[in-house]
């Protein structure tokens, strides 16, 4: 009985291999990405430079618009909290005040009684 030997299968000589496809096609991509940047540039017209300046003037003051809506409200906020604390230090000091009045009247009438009492 003859023993059977595995051979790998019989490869491509072909010099296009999948890697090679992957960067001939990442070179032309390259090549036409500089290539429209190129014409992009050499064919811009002033006013279409003008249109693109506008539009950013445009976004950028519609983004600055939207950060001083945010600092007012942001302000507006901050205000509510300040007037709340405020209020609360307020009641917390008349709490204190009526409690410390309470605590003298609580002491005088410990001294009354202590000098009231015969020894």
């Known amino acids: ?26 070179i032309l991509l390259g090549a036409a990405t500089v290539a429209g940047f190129l014409l992009d540039a050499r064919y811009v017209t002033p006013s279409a430079a003008r249109l693109v300046a506008e539009e950013v003037c445009d976004r950028e003051c519609q983004s600055r618009e939207e950060a001083a809506r ?12 300040q007037r709340e604390l405020t209020d609360r230090l307020g009641r917390i000091e008349t709490r204190q005040q009526s409690q410390a009045e309470t605590l003298g009247r609580i002491e005088q009438r410990i001294e009354q009684a202590l000098t009231r009492r015969p020894r």
């Open 1 to 26: 009985m003859a023993s059977r030997v595995d051979t790998p299968p019989p490869r491509s000589r072909s010099p296009w291999t999948l890697p090679t496809i992957g960067a001939a096609i990442a």
């Open 70 to 81: 945010r600092a007012r409200e942001v302000d507006g906020v901050t205000q509510a909290m």
